[in-house]
């Protein structure tokens, strides 16, 4: 299979269709579950499929090392390229990964608007047609609803798509009654497209909560492979 | 040299460059009684200061080679190792920190903790140094020794605490209060000699007050009784409060602040009560070395004066007489005339000359006890040697040598040079284990590396200077590879039969890249059935390619990552012979090469920048210019590392380019990644020279 015809086939597209034609420039979206649960392999598989159609991604992390991050691109890239057998997957890894960057905040006393004026000079200087940033380790209970405004007027101003991942500790319900997840209350209004990851007895299932304008509670033909973590169809 | 070893300090000066690390200990010396004038840095008398001895370190107004110089302060002998503050000549850092015990970390009361303080007090840290922190020129303008202190804490992860107060700041700075006695102190006479010891200020008395209390408040968790005094409110007994923070301090879980201005003469005697008071004495430190006669098991060396002696060589120096090795004692006592051993080599040597050192100047002494500092005459040996007593074998921890990170050729311009090149590279080398070099077999040029384009600068000029050796210096030579990017097929005959004996082989099979992660370059199979080429020689043919690998024909460099099978063949009763086979197997390989898709690959440096967050973008636009992929970015706080892979080829003139693009506040290191391809257009550009080049050699 070429690179194409991957990205084509990807399930990934029918997140988008599920989504009223994907996320879109200029919006947020927040995969929420419980820890351990494989929100970071989700992340990595969207902005995997985003560099697949050769577009820049800007992966920023405030939980883990570098090399832990790096690791997980290479072994969804790998899974991903053997189920589909890529062809000339060697030449294709070495061009995409030219695409992507990884930033690694300390959340410690970092204000959101240094890391977002650190992302604005990395798309400036380094990173130039940045298309989508991958936010992974965010906690959103010290984040308050004016530094979520402040990523989403971000992500207005430079027309590009955030991604998220919001996690819970521990057995209670993080969800409200409407099925949102308790830390996004807050600033749901800036928050485009939430998702949830729950675990079911043999995978992990992928359920819209909120599609743009709309409250729905709808399980998506999506599940995550337990073994692989990637996302495939039901 | 004082009998008691609990009266001995071996500490270094160590910080950033221009935060006065050179001026500082030009007043120690003074104070000390060490030297009778004070001189300064760059001096306008035309003498310069005391520890800068090398020419060019006057010259530069920097420090290159750390100088030892041994001082006497109220009855206790300090050794003192001045460090340089740039980071070209960190080994000089780096084994100056080896061998101390405390440090005294100098911060610039206006710039605070910068990047390059911050790498000093990793490299601290990774020696785990006890230290004081002093913060010099808090007379300039916009002094604030306060804001100082609270960075040590956010920057450097250090519980830093004020121990004084100063009474007026910037050009207005008198003197301090100490808060530990709660008295005014002044510096008084032309230098600052005399000391006068007052009650504090009216104005002041609630400034220090408060100051006090979150000292002491530091300071109480770290004894139970201190705070019983602080609750009860009874006086606290200065001799407790000493005890308390010179035990914190060596457990590395205190930093207590003092401020001055050694520029002004102000606040260096208080420092250097502090040094006293509070940083280890050598038993103090634990120190270990490996047992080799018991598979490398770490023993640990109490400083003990009757046990045989152990030393470890730490910095070898070119001095008048021969070389100069210094050497720290770490058990035992070494004396002039006594047998010694290099555990290394295990040679054995007799103490020659023994002496102590003061910058270039130098006393004789017969017998150095643990715990000190000194210098021996005539011994051959490398720095990181240890020295033992013959009976033991024991090895001393290696110090951290990081790796070279810029290369540069150099050509004798005549053959007198030549020679006093080889003998000045032979004395460097041995001096200064990051400054290294070998002889290109690709190009036949001497390469020197090291830490940094200042660093070799200092070098090629030393070689001037010191040994009459003037070379050409020339861009290094970045070793290409070439390689194949996909499999061909060969047919080759060679064929030579006018007359004579002629030469007659044929050969056919495939080339194809060997995809092997670059461990192995070449591979050949023989796949030959039924005798078309006689067993004899098959040899031959695998001879030929390995010939042809030596240089490909895109620009000549070597050819790697290649597997050659050949599958047909023919031979000639008479005409066939080992060279006919290597010669036709040498033909075959151009002719499959060709169209192989051959490609030219380039060596990818693994690169990292530190620097201030303000200047990320600038280090990731320097970065992007260069071809460089930036892999990743981390940032703490203020202060951000982007690692990033980029081509060699790139990189020269880096250190310079950055330095003036973050205002030299970010630093660089690399190191080897891999080998990766060259894009196409600098393919071009690259094949385009070796035509011109193979032209003009042919003219």
Redesign the interface.
């Known amino acids: 299979m070429v690179k194409k015809e991957l990205t084509e086939k990807s399930p990934l597209r029918s997140l988008e269709k599920a989504v009223n034609g994907g996320l879109g420039k200029g919006n947020i979206a927040v995969i929420a579950s419980k820890q351990g649960i494989g929100k970071t392999a989700c992340l990595v598989h969207i902005a995997t499929d985003k560099l697949m159609r050769n577009k820049h991604v800007i992966h920023v992390s405030y939980a883990n090392k570098?090399d832990h991050i790096?690791n997980w691109y290479e072994d969804i890239f790998t899974e991903i390229s053997k189920k589909r057998s890529l062809e000339g997957a060697m030449d294709v890894h070495?061009d995409i990964?030219?695409n992507r960057?990884?930033?690694?905040?300390?959340q410690k006393?970092?204000p959101v608007s240094?890391?977002l004026a650190?992302v604005k000079?990395?798309m400036?200087?380094?990173?130039?047609g940045t298309d989508a940033i991958i936010i992974d380790g965010f906690d959103f209970t010290i984040g308050t609803a004016e530094d979520i405004k402040k990523f989403k007027d971000f992500a207005l101003e430079e027309q590009i798509e955030l991604w998220f991942s919001d996690s819970y500790k521990g057995e209670e319900n993080f969800q409200d009654e409407r099925g949102i997840p308790k830390n996004l209350v807050k600033a749901l209004d800036d928050i485009s497209v939430v998702l949830t990851l729950r675990a079911e007895q043999n995978y992990m299932v992928l359920k819209l909560v909120k599609d743009h304008k709309s409250i729905v509670s709808e399980d998506l033909q999506l599940k995550l492979d337990p073994k692989t973590l990637l996302i495939a169809e039901v | 040299m004082s009998a008691d070893i609990t009266k001995m300090r071996n500490i270094g000066i160590s910080a950033h460059i221009d935060s006065g690390k050179t001026t500082l200990t030009e007043r120690i010396l003074f104070y000390c009684q060490k030297i009778h004038a004070i001189h300064e840095v760059r001096g306008k008398d035309g003498v310069g200061a005391t520890m800068d001895s090398m020419e060019l370190e006057r010259e530069r107004g920097i420090t290159i080679a750390s100088a030892a110089t041994n001082v006497n302060w109220k009855g206790h002998d300090i050794n003192i190792i001045d460090t340089p503050g740039h980071v070209d000549f960190t080994i000089e850092v780096e084994r100056a920190l080896r061998v101390l015990d405390g440090a005294v970390l100098v911060l610039c009361s206006v710039g605070g903790v910068q990047s390059q303080s911050i790498t000093v007090d990793r490299q601290l840290k990774r020696y785990g140094v006890p230290r004081i922190a002093f913060v010099n020129k808090s007379d300039r303008t916009g002094a604030n020794p306060y804001k100082v202190c609270d960075q040590l804490r956010e920057k450097l992860n250090l519980n830093s605490v004020m121990m004084q107060v100063p009474i007026g700041l910037e050009e207005k700075l008198e003197g301090v209060i100490d808060l530990v006695r709660m008295k005014a102190i002044y510096f008084d006479g032309h230098d600052g000699e005399s000391i006068r010891i007052e009650e504090i200020p009216e104005a002041l008395k609630a400034e220090a007050d408060e100051r006090r209390e979150m000292m002491l408040d530091a300071v109480s968790m770290f004894n139970e009784e201190i705070m019983e005094h602080m609750m009860e409110e009874t006086e606290i007994p200065e001799e407790l409060l000493h005890e308390t923070i010179r035990k914190a301090v060596i457990a590395q879980d205190l930093v207590p602040v003092y401020l001055g201005s050694a520029y002004k003469n102000k606040g260096v005697q208080e420092m250097m009560d502090a040094v006293l008071r509070y940083l280890p004495a050598p038993p103090d430190v634990e120190n270990k070395a490996l047992d080799l006669d018991n598979d490398e098991a770490e023993v640990v060396l109490p400083s003990d004066r009757s046990k045989p002696p152990v030393a470890l060589a730490f910095k070898l120096e070119d001095g008048q007489y021969g070389q100069l090795t210094y050497i720290r004692v770490y058990q035992g006592i070494v004396k002039k005339g006594s047998e010694l051993i290099n555990v290394r080599n295990g040679r054995k040597f007799k103490v020659g000359r023994l002496v102590r050192m003061h910058s270039n100047n130098m006393e004789d002494i017969v017998e150095a006890p643990a715990g000190d500092i000194v210098a021996l005459f005539g011994i051959e040996c490398a720095s990181g040697d240890t020295f033992c007593s013959p009976d033991l074998n024991l090895s001393m921890t290696s110090m951290f040598v990081p790796n070279a990170v810029i290369s540069l050729s150099i050509r004798p311009v005549d053959k007198s040079a030549s020679d006093k090149m080889a003998k000045a590279l032979n004395r460097f080398t041995k001096e200064d284990p990051t400054f290294r070099t070998h002889v290109d077999p690709e190009s036949n040029e001497t390469i020197v590396s090291g830490m940094g384009e200042l660093h070799l600068e200092v070098y090629i000029e030393r070689m001037k200077r010191e040994y009459q050796a003037e070379v050409i210096t020339g861009a290094p030579q970045v070793a290409y590879r070439e390689a194949i990017s996909q499999a061909a097929d060969f047919n080759y005959t060679h064929k030579k039969q006018t007359g004579g004996s002629g030469q007659y082989a044929r050969v056919a099979g495939t080339m194809e890249p060997l995809d092997t992660n670059g461990e192995k370059d070449y591979e050949f199979e023989n796949k030959i059935k039924g005798g078309a080429i006689p067993t004899e020689y098959i040899p031959s043919c695998d001879k030929g390619f390995q010939a042809a690998m030596l240089k490909g024909s895109l620009i000549g460099a070597p050819v790697v990552g290649v597997k050659m099978s050949i599958t047909d063949g023919q031979f000639h009763a008479v005409d066939s012979s080992d060279q006919a086979f290597q010669t036709a197997a040498l033909g075959a390989f151009r002719e499959a090469y060709k169209k192989a898709k051959p490609i030219i690959l380039e060596p990818i440096m693994k690169v990292s920048v530190e620097g201030p967050?303000e200047f990320?973008?600038?280090i990731?636009?320097t970065?992007?210019q260069r071809r460089g992929?930036?892999?990743?970015?981390?940032?703490?706080?203020n202060y951000?590392v982007v690692?990033a892979e980029v081509p060699l080829s790139e990189m020269f003139g880096y250190s310079t380019v950055l330095r003036s693009s973050t205002q030299g506040k970010a630093e660089f290191t690399m190191e080897f990644a891999k080998y990766g391809?060259v894009p196409s257009s600098v393919t071009e550009d690259l094949i385009k020279k070796y035509e011109e080049e193979r032209k003009a050699q042919q003219k």
């Open positions: 570098v790096v070495n990964i030219h960057v990884i930033m690694n905040f300390s006393g970092i240094q890391v650190s000079a990395m400036d200087n380094g990173q130039v | 967050t990320q973008g600038n990731f636009g970065l992007n992929m930036i892999v990743a970015s981390n940032d703490e706080g951000s690692e391809r």
